[in-house]
């Protein structure tokens, strides 16, 4: 190229459109990607194959990976769900045990009756439950024993009265029934006379 009158090179202007812009015909494709040699079609179909392998198992690992994602987040939420009721329920105990104390006492009367009725209904529709009989055989993992004694009355460790209504929402104790155990009388010992 001839130097300019600066004696800068003049600058190179390549055109790579595809279609001309003049005659707005597609043009030919340029020498350098005709001279690209053609590959085996047997080769490509087999790279493309594998890509497609490689492609497809990374959709199915990103799809079970979304899917592990979702039921997690969904167990989270439940999981917070009930731990947020149960906090609340839990608040409300001492509210229900001055309830059951008005109730066994004759003083629940009136409106306060139908509130304290409206009441634990609203919690019963929540979950909670309370357990805790006079007569049910004693479980250290609901009750909490409070007062021991011993009875030939029973055969088994057994409640005898129910101090504190226990309370349960679902599966999960949320307070444990406070009651008097008693206990079977122990069996005489064996005499020695049945050895000679």
Known sequence: MPPRENGHEEPVIRDNRKIDPDTGQVRDAPAAEQEAPAEAPEAQ??????QLAERTADLQRLQAEYTNYR????RDRVVVREQAVAGALTELLPVLDDIGRAREHGELTGGFAKVAESLEAAVTKLGLSPFGQKGDPFDPTVHEALMHSYSDDVTEPTA?????LGYRMGDRVLRPARVAV???????PASDDDDN
């Open 45 to 50: 179909n087999g790279e493309l194959a594998a």
């Open 160 to 164: 005898i009265d129910v101090l504190q």
């Open 182 to 188: 008693a206990e079977p009388e122990d069996a005489p």
């Open 71 to 74: 039921r997690r987040v969904e």
